[in-house]
Protein backbone atom coordinates (compact mmCIF):
# COMPACT_ATOMS: atom_id res chain seq x y z
CA UNK A 1 0.00 0.00 0.00
CA UNK A 2 2.87 2.16 0.74
CA UNK A 3 4.37 1.59 -2.39
CA UNK A 4 1.45 2.32 -4.52
CA UNK A 5 1.12 5.83 -2.44
CA UNK A 6 4.34 6.52 -2.98
CA UNK A 7 5.01 5.30 -6.59
CA UNK A 8 1.87 8.11 -7.11
CA UNK A 9 3.59 11.08 -5.18
CA UNK A 10 6.78 10.53 -7.32
CA UNK A 11 4.73 10.62 -10.85
CA UNK A 12 2.65 13.69 -9.91
CA UNK A 13 5.74 15.61 -8.86
CA UNK A 14 8.04 14.78 -12.32
CA UNK A 15 4.77 14.91 -14.42
CA UNK A 16 6.01 18.23 -16.01
CA UNK A 17 7.11 19.75 -19.23
CA UNK A 18 10.83 18.64 -19.62
CA UNK A 19 11.88 22.37 -20.11
CA UNK A 20 10.60 22.60 -17.36
CA UNK A 21 12.24 19.47 -15.52
CA UNK A 22 15.51 21.19 -16.85
CA UNK A 23 14.96 23.71 -14.55
CA UNK A 24 14.31 21.87 -11.56
CA UNK A 25 17.07 19.82 -11.86
CA UNK A 26 19.34 23.17 -12.54
CA UNK A 27 17.89 24.65 -9.44
CA UNK A 28 17.83 21.81 -6.82
CA UNK A 29 21.83 21.16 -8.26
CA UNK A 30 22.28 24.53 -7.38
CA UNK A 31 20.78 24.56 -3.93
CA UNK A 32 23.11 21.17 -2.81
CA UNK A 33 25.83 21.92 -4.80
CA UNK A 34 26.22 18.48 -6.22
CA UNK A 35 24.84 17.34 -9.09
CA UNK A 36 25.31 13.78 -7.67
CA UNK A 37 23.04 13.82 -4.87
CA UNK A 38 19.97 15.40 -7.63
CA UNK A 39 21.41 12.14 -10.12
CA UNK A 40 22.01 9.27 -6.95
CA UNK A 41 18.50 9.96 -5.83
CA UNK A 42 16.43 9.58 -9.15
CA UNK A 43 18.47 6.77 -10.60
CA UNK A 44 17.89 4.24 -7.58
CA UNK A 45 14.15 5.66 -8.53
CA UNK A 46 13.97 4.74 -11.91
CA UNK A 47 15.71 1.66 -11.09
CA UNK A 48 13.45 0.12 -9.35
CA UNK A 49 10.52 1.46 -11.95
CA UNK A 50 8.92 4.48 -9.63
CA UNK A 51 9.93 7.10 -12.60
CA UNK A 52 9.78 6.67 -16.42
CA UNK A 53 13.57 7.24 -17.87
CA UNK A 54 11.55 9.89 -20.17
CA UNK A 55 10.31 12.04 -16.78
CA UNK A 56 14.21 11.37 -15.10
CA UNK A 57 16.33 12.53 -17.80
CA UNK A 58 15.10 16.32 -17.90
CA UNK A 59 16.29 16.47 -14.52
CA UNK A 60 19.60 14.49 -14.43
CA UNK A 61 20.73 17.10 -17.71
CA UNK A 62 19.49 19.89 -15.39
CA UNK A 63 21.77 18.79 -12.68
CA UNK A 64 24.43 18.77 -15.08
CA UNK A 65 23.84 22.07 -16.72
CA UNK A 66 23.63 23.46 -13.14
CA UNK A 67 26.89 22.06 -11.49
CA UNK A 68 28.56 24.69 -14.12
CA UNK A 69 27.05 27.26 -11.59
CA UNK A 70 29.34 26.68 -9.09
CA UNK A 71 32.70 27.35 -11.71
CA UNK A 72 30.67 30.15 -13.32
CA UNK A 73 30.71 31.93 -10.18
CA UNK A 74 34.37 31.71 -9.25
CA UNK A 75 35.24 32.48 -13.08
CA UNK A 76 32.75 35.90 -12.93
CA UNK A 77 34.87 36.49 -9.74
CA UNK A 78 38.04 36.11 -11.20
CA UNK A 79 39.94 38.90 -13.27
CA UNK A 80 41.29 36.17 -16.18
CA UNK A 81 39.28 36.46 -19.01
CA UNK A 82 40.44 32.66 -20.13
CA UNK A 83 38.70 31.17 -16.69
CA UNK A 84 35.30 32.87 -18.25
CA UNK A 85 36.10 31.28 -22.05
CA UNK A 86 37.12 27.84 -20.60
CA UNK A 87 34.01 27.85 -18.05
CA UNK A 88 31.68 28.71 -21.15
CA UNK A 89 33.09 26.09 -22.99
CA UNK A 90 32.05 23.37 -20.65
CA UNK A 91 28.52 25.00 -19.97
CA UNK A 92 27.56 24.88 -23.85
CA UNK A 93 29.22 21.30 -23.80
CA UNK A 94 27.10 20.49 -20.74
CA UNK A 95 23.94 21.80 -22.06
CA UNK A 96 24.55 20.31 -25.80
CA UNK A 97 25.28 16.76 -24.34
CA UNK A 98 22.12 15.82 -24.07
CA UNK A 99 21.08 17.09 -27.20
CA UNK A 100 23.45 15.18 -29.41
Known amino acids: MLLGASQQIIYKATDINPHL ?6 GV ?5 S ?3 TSLALVPV ?3 GFLDLDRMCP ?9 TCTALMAA ?5 VEALQI ?5 FFSATRGII
Open 29 to 33: TILVQ
Open 76 to 80: VASSK
Open 87 to 91: VLVHL
Open 46 to 48: AGI
Open 21 to 26: AILVGI
Open 35 to 37: SSI
Open 59 to 67: IVLGADIGT
